[in-house]
């Protein structure tokens, strides 16, 4: 069983920086990738940026492309994202979540655990 904790979000202005954290438990040497997606009010889910656990093998939505930044942290288990210049558009709940198969980074039913999720507010 693995348990995700994010930590990190809250309220930004527009162009502002945050850094989400995420802590994971569990038997990390069965993971093939960790992500960060999102959800906005009335929106679908979104894929935001996606690292696989054994390589620094990185990828990302094209909306945050240049903006974020996904790593981790093999030693304490850690996945954070790095976000920069943050925009009213970038305001959702983002989760972070753990795949063991090795399937596609971007598809969120390509993860098995997801934590409960962080708010991140940016205001204009």
């Known amino acids: 069983q693995v348990q995700l904790v994010e930590s990190g979000g809250g309220l930004v202005q527009a162009g502002g920086s945050l850094r989400l954290s995420c802590a994971a438990s569990?038997?990390?040497?069965?993971?093939?990738?960790m992500a960060w997606f999102r959800r906005a009010p009335g929106k679908e889910r979104e894929f935001v940026a996606a690292v696989k656990w054994s390589l620094p093998i990185t990828r990302y939505a094209d909306s945050v492309k240049g903006r974020f930044a996904i790593s981790r942290d093999i030693a304490k288990n850690m996945v954070y994202l790095h976000m920069n210049n943050l925009k009213p558009e970038d305001t959702a709940v983002y989760s972070c979540?753990?795949?063991?198969?090795?399937?596609?980074?971007?598809?969120?039913?390509?993860?098995?655990?997801w934590g409960q999720g962080t708010q991140v507010t940016v205001s204009s």
């Open positions: 569990g038997r990390a040497f069965r993971w093939y990738a």
């Open positions: 979540g753990v795949a063991q198969g090795g399937d596609a980074m971007d598809r969120a039913d390509s993860y098995d655990y």
